[in-house]
């Protein structure tokens, strides 16, 4: 491989957008995958003003067909996708009694569906090169709980379980998988949406904090571009806690 392809879902700002930068930074050509076109564009803008290689793709991750056409972009684009980030999530605070059916389905289809859906679609490319890197990025709530989370915590649960079973399924294939848990991250689309449903505020969670703040998305993307290299070819089937200590595991 000459120049490794990487996919980012949920890619088109926060921690999402900042693995694609960093990605680019390294060399590799990214596709910059979001619901949001024109904002994944913006990130590809950024991406290309710098010398990099970025293309904007549009897909709904829990829709097969839309992710097959994104993808099909990507390579031709690019060539085949060796490395996947799958990072696209929705979250909520919702007391459990009053979680529906609808928002239930809805966090599952994109935060666990969806992961499954994508690395479908690429990993005949990570086969046919026997390498590849796939990163899931689940939650320090998956592994803590969290109140009035019981969707996005079990879904994000999920992935971790789905993270340890393609690393045992997928390592004879050259194929590494791993996940990433954030804590709380400030900035992203998903933190300035529901901090206000939050049971405490930003300046107490991070006093809370063994490290006294909140996490930034570069601190999520440094630890995505390790596991995205040649230097983790031994790492698998790890949850690497970007947590700011919140989780102790």
């Known amino acids: 491989?000459?120049?490794?392809?990487?996919?980012?879902?949920?890619?088109?700002?926060?921690?999402?957008?900042?693995?694609?930068?960093?990605?680019?930074d390294e060399g590799m050509a990214v596709g910059v995958l979001d619901l949001k076109l024109e904002a994944a564009q913006k990130v590809v803008?950024?991406?290309?003003?710098?010398?990099?290689?970025?293309?904007?793709?549009?897909?709904?991750?829990?829709?097969?067909?839309?992710?097959?056409?994104?993808?099909?972009?990507?390579?031709?684009a690019f060539g085949p996708v060796t490395v996947l980030v799958n990072n696209a999530g929705v979250a909520g605070?919702?007391?459990?009694?009053?979680l529906t059916d609808e928002v239930w389905d809805r966090t599952m289809a994109i935060n666990l569906r969806g992961p499954f859906i994508v690395t479908q679609t690429v990993l005949p490319d990570m086969k046919a090169a026997n390498w590849g890197r796939i990163i899931n990025i689940s939650s320090s709530s998956a592994q803590s709980g969290t109140a009035r989370m019981a969707h996005y915590s079990s879904s994000k649960g999920g992935l971790i379980s789905?993270?340890?079973?393609?690393?045992?399924?997928?390592?004879?294939?050259?194929?590494?998988?791993?996940?990433?848990?954030?804590?709380?991250?400030?900035?992203?689309?998903?933190y300035e949406e529901t901090k206000h449903l939050m049971p405490m505020t930003p300046e107490q969670a991070a006093a809370m904090m063994p490290v006294r703040r909140l996490g930034e998305a570069e601190d999520i993307a440094n630890a995505a571009v390790w596991l995205a290299s040649e230097k983790t070819g031994y790492v698998t089937g790890q949850t690497i806690g970007v947590n700011g200590g919140r989780v102790i595991s």
């Open 1 to 24: 491989m000459t120049q490794k392809v990487a996919l980012v879902t949920g890619a088109a700002a926060g921690i999402g957008a900042e693995i694609c930068r960093q990605f680019a």
């Open 45 to 76: 803008d950024e991406i290309a003003a710098k010398g990099g290689k970025a293309v904007a793709l549009a897909a709904d991750v829990s829709d097969r067909m839309q992710v097959e056409a994104a993808v099909a972009k990507l390579r031709d």
């Open 93 to 98: 605070w919702i007391p459990f009694e009053e």
């Open 162 to 190: 789905f993270t340890k079973t393609l690393a045992l399924e997928l390592g004879p294939l050259g194929i590494t998988v791993n996940n990433i848990p954030p804590a709380s991250i400030a900035g992203t689309v998903m």
